[in-house]
């Protein structure tokens, strides 16, 4: 994937609204269908679905938080970060940390996670000062690097003594949220903490930080002459981003109950940034689809019985295809679709 | 008022203004040159992309050259861009809105000066439309709203008419000559169209190779042979 990163890297030629005539249904990101559709998942899935899928499901969920942090810094800013599976292993670090040596509830420990993660989050802000595109792509890529390698020296906490809360021998799990300790009742919250996910960033983008960005996305220039502070206003959305990155990972770590310092590397961080560009970034659809395509799909393909690894091939050619045909995504694709039965349901 | 002293831009090599020296307290007051003469570097130094050379800039008193971009808008300098700046994406109402975000006011507040200035604009009844539905005239207008709205101290705008029919030139010369009884605000107007000019701006100075060659009444300066032969050397250049 290392070598495709150059091409999402230039979001102003692809996503400007100069280059394609936007889809009238895309008026808010966010609206109330994610809502429903969110509410339809969480009754349906659990009924429907055995452990295998489940679990498959549940990751989908924790992943479509990723996408759509990845997503609300692209579509408002136009910035390309390849650092959020990183972010998502600072939350993720923070909730083991606090739930093994604090035993604070898990909502606690989630909310730290996230803000942990923010934190995080607004530290790579100060390169996006600086630069754009294709260094700052490189600049967050080697950030993820570096945490792949301190993290596989720290590893995560699992139950030990000390700072790091590392065990060698008799390693503890973490415990779940007592209101969802099956897999099932895990599913519904995974899927309500989404919700809030898709909550925080309609709200932010209804409101003074969503006006202030699309000013910024138009030109810092007219920005600055409306009296948005620019950097002020990309710290905000770094560490909004960041911080639901960071409540992704400490879902994971929730649905999993240990993390492990492999399942990190810089790698996955181009991988989901580039699917959320493939699910598409201009509509909340488009993290699930993303989220779909990380998840479900090499599951998919291995119960066929196929490598699940063959999904990277696919992927590599749907990104292909999004950046040469569809720059809004498959969820683009869909918008335009929906808009074009809906005109044909309103003549006929 | 406004008192540049001494301004200076250099662009590797080129003078993009020299030495400007000029107090401008008309409450509408024009600039003018030929293409390539400083006209937009000038309103570019007032609102912080540019840092000039040398030299400084006061608006009531207050130096500007101090304040970073943001903190300028806030203190009330607003502008317009040669290149209109309304984002496609965002309703009339919150393109204009997003001047009012940062400044302390009570919802009711900012909901009264909001209609206040979308009514003097004439965008009232597209004030919930989405921008990208706008035609030319209308996504100008927006963007004079956003240098009017709350309460300005000196409006920047350039080239607004550019691209507008006779008719809609005519709206914005009363659009922009009521800025000062509207918002108690000084206007610089840049513009090509010397009617324009004419109509609205009491002084008027003008700009030739980043040199300011007359500064004054505009009948006056509009009647100077140097700024005739300027003039006519622009005219029979883009003619
Ligand atoms: N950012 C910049 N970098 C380098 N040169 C610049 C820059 N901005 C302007 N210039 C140069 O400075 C000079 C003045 O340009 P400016 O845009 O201020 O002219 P203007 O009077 O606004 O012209 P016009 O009527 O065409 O808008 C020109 O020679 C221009 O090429
Ligand atoms: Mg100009």
């Known amino acids: 994937m290392a070598g495709q990163i150059h091409l999402p890297t230039a979001p102003s030629a692809l996503s400007a609204s100069a280059v394609l005539p936007v889809a009238a249904a895309e008026r808010a990101p966010v609206n109330l269908s994610a809502f429903l559709v969110l509410g339809v998942l969480a009754i349906a899935v659990p009924l429907a679905a055995n452990t295998l899928w489940l679990k498959v499901a549940t990751g989908v969920m924790i992943y479509s938080l990723t996408a759509m942090s990845i997503a609300v810094l692209y579509r408002r800013l136009g910035l390309v970060s390849l650092t959020h599976v990183a972010l998502m292993g600072c939350g ?17 420990n989630l909310l730290c996670g996230g803000l942990g993660a923010g934190l995080a989050g607004t530290a790579l ?5 600086r630069m754009r595109g294709l260094y700052l792509a490189l600049v967050t890529l080697m950030a993820a690097g570096a945490y792949a390698i301190l993290i596989n020296v720290t590893q995560f906490p699992n139950g030990g003594d000390g700072w790091l809360g590392v065990a060698v021998r008799a390693v503890a799990f973490m415990p779940r949220p007592w209101i969802a300790l099956s897999d099932q009742a895990y599913f519904v919250y ?43 206003y990309k710290v905000w959305g770094f560490a909004l981003s960041g911080f639901l990155a960071g409540i992704a990972g400490g879902l994971l770590a929730g649905d999993l109950q240990f993390l492990d310092a492999r399942s990190f590397p810089a790698a996955e961080s181009v991988m989901i940034f580039a699917l959320t560009i493939v699910g598409g970034a201009w509509h909340w659809y488009g993290a699930l ?30 990104l292909i295809q999004a950046l040469a045909t569809a720059p809004k995504g498959i969820a683009g694709q869909i918008a335009g679709l929906l808009d074009r039965l809906a005109r044909r349901g309103s003549q006929g | 008022m406004i008192e540049i002293d001494r301004l200076s831009v ?50 009531d008193g207050l130096e500007l050259l101090a304040l970073p971009p943001h903190a300028r808008a806030r203190a009330g300098l607003r502008r317009s861009f ?13 393109n204009v809105r997003v001047v009012l975000d940062p400044i302390r006011l009570s919802r009711a507040e900012r909901a009264r000066l909001l209609d206040r200035a979308l009514d003097y604009c004439g965008l009232t009844a597209v004030r919930r439309e989405r921008a990208e539905r706008l035609n030319a005239c209308e996504r100008r ?16 705008l ?14 914005l010369r009363q659009v922009i000559a009521g800025i000062h009884a509207f918002a108690g605000a000084q206007t610089l107007l840049i513009d090509h169209d010397v009617e324009l000019i004419q109509a609205v701006c009491q002084d008027t100075m003008v700009l030739d190779f980043g040199m300011l060659i007359a500064a004054g009444p505009t009948a006056d300066v509009l009647r100077d042979a140097r700024v005739r032969a300027v003039y006519l050397g622009m005219e029979e250049g883009t003619a």
């Open chain 1, 92 to 108: 993720g670090w923070v909730v083991l940390r606090l739930a093994h040596g604090f035993d604070t509830p898990f909502e606690v």
């Open chain 1, 125 to 129: 802000a100060w390169p996006a000062l």
């Open chain 1, 190 to 232: 995974c899927c309500g903490i989404v919700a809030l996910g898709y909550a925080l960033i309609g709200w932010h983008e209804a409101t003074r930080a969503g006006r202030g960005w699309a000013m910024i996305r138009r030109s810092e220039a007219a920005a600055m002459s409306v009296g948005v502070n620019v950097t002020l």
């Open chain 1, 289 to 318: 689809i993303a989220a779909a395509l990380y998840r479900l799909a090499p599951a998919i393909l291995n119960n066929a019985g196929v490598d699940g690894n063959a999904a990277y091939i696919f992927f590599g050619l749907a």
């Open chain 2, 10 to 59: 250099v662009f590797g090599g080129i003078h993009a203004l020299n030495r400007v020296t000029v107090t401008l307290m008309a409450p509408v007051s024009g600039i003018i040159g030929p293409n390539g003469a400083g006209k937009t570097t000038f309103l570019n130094v007032l609102s912080g992309f540019v840092r000039p050379a040398e030299g400084s800039v006061r608006m």
């Open chain 2, 82 to 94: 040669q290149r209109e700046q309304v984002v496609d994406e965002m309703s009339v109402e919150d």
């Open chain 2, 141 to 156: 207008m927006t963007e004079l709203a956003r240098t009017i709205v709350g309460s300005p101290q000196l409006v920047l």
């Open chain 2, 158 to 171: 350039d080239e607004p008419g550019a691209g507008l029919s006779q008719g809609e030139v005519e709206r």
